[in-house]
């Protein structure tokens, strides 16, 4: 079993930074991947970020490349979010996943929402215009 508790939402102007964490606890953590996904409202469940176990691969959204960095440190059991120039089009709750299922070095994160077996109940990002 794996919790996962986010946090550091909340509302900033268009241009701002935010930085989420998730902290996990449970299994492991340094021993499977992670990724950051968001849900607006009326819309499907969307990928934003994933990182391996080591933190050696990323996989970036190309919505989001180049603004948003994800990043971990398993001393800490976090893996973090860091948002910069934010658009309107954030606006979402942001939820932390974990994919126990692929540890490999070389793994390349999974974009796909069925490749994650464990969710945070979510932290809410509101980029005003």
């Known amino acids: 079993q794996v919790q996962l508790v986010e946090s550091g939402g909340g509302l900033v102007q268009a241009g701002g930074s935010l930085r989420l964490s998730c902290a996990a606890s449970?299994?492991?953590?340094?021993?499977?991947?992670m990724g950051w996904f968001r849900q607006a409202p009326g819309k499907q469940r969307e990928f934003v970020a994933g990182?391996?176990?080591?933190?050696?691969?990323?996989n970036i959204a190309d919505s989001v490349k180049g603004r948003f960095t994800i990043s971990r440190d398993n001393a800490k059991n976090t893996v973090n979010l860091q948002m910069n120039s934010l658009k309107p089009e954030d606006t979402a709750v942001y939820y932390c996943?974990?994919?126990?299922?692929?540890?490999?070095?070389?793994?390349?994160?999974?974009?796909?929402?069925?490749?994650?077996?464990?969710w945070g109940q979510g932290t809410q990002v509101t980029v005003s215009s």
């Open positions: 996943a974990a994919d126990v299922a692929h540890a490999g070095s070389t793994y390349y994160p999974d974009h796909r929402t069925p490749m994650y077996d464990y």
């Open positions: 990182i391996s176990w080591r933190g050696g691969r990323t």
């Open positions: 449970g299994r492991t953590f340094s021993s499977y991947a």
